[in-house]
């Protein structure tokens, strides 16, 4: 037991040390490197980490997915969302953008019935409709006051929503989670 512990104590301590590092790495290479580059660069790391993951397995396998379509819908959502995003914090403050982020959780309940067939009591009904209530009474200036970059939030954290709802249907009809970062970042 006395390994245990400090094996744990060991992996939080390099833990630390690695998102530290990987915070500093970001925020130098963010001194350098536009955000969408960044997100580019991003994105090709997870590719080839993910493709350095499948080649040991055979023909590939892991990189296959049992859900095209819906493997396909959820790598547009992807890519529309991040791109929304850009551009919703490119006209609007973060703290105006970061409304929509917090909506993201209401919205997916409201996503879940249609998409996943799940049934929603209506106790999740009222907390969902009650939750969407006060993120507009954080909206600043009220509902009139939106703007073309409001627009393009709420876009975003719909596509980003329907991203991660797709990604509960593909994990309920396959088994491949690593298809699921794979194609997305592809």
């Known amino acids: 037991m006395k390994n245990a512990g400090l094996i ?3 992996l939080v301590v390099s833990y630390t040390f ?3 590092a990987a915070d500093g790495l970001t925020k130098k290479l963010t001194t350098l490197v536009a955000a969408p580059q960044m997100y580019a660069i991003s994105g090709a ?7 350095t993951t499948a080649y040991g397995t055979s023909k590939w396998q892991s990189l296959r997915t049992t859900c095209k379509f819906a493997m396909a819908l959820r790598s547009a959502a992807t890519i529309s969302a991040a791109l929304l995003f850009f551009q919703s914090f ?3 403050p973060f703290a105006d953008v970061f409304i929509f ?6 919205l997916a309940g409201l996503m879940a ?3 996943l067939g799940e049934r929603v009591s209506p106790a999740s009904w009222a907390a969902v409709s009650l ?3 006060g993120a507009w009474c954080l909206f600043p200036a009220g509902l009139d006051s939106a703007t073309a970059g409001h627009a393009l939030a709420m876009l975003a954290a719909l596509a980003g929503t329907f991203s991660i709802v797709l990604s509960r249907y593909i994990s309920r009809h396959g088994n491949n989670s690593l298809a699921q970062v794979f194609y997305p970042n592809l």
């Open 8 to 10: 744990g104590a060991s």
């Open 18 to 20: 690695f998102i530290a």
């Open 45 to 51: 790391v997870m590719v080839g980490l993910c493709i």
């Open 90 to 92: 490119r006209l609007l």
């Open 101 to 106: 982020i917090g909506m993201m959780p209401l």
């Open 113 to 115: 019935a249609p998409v």
């Open 131 to 133: 939750g969407l209530i």
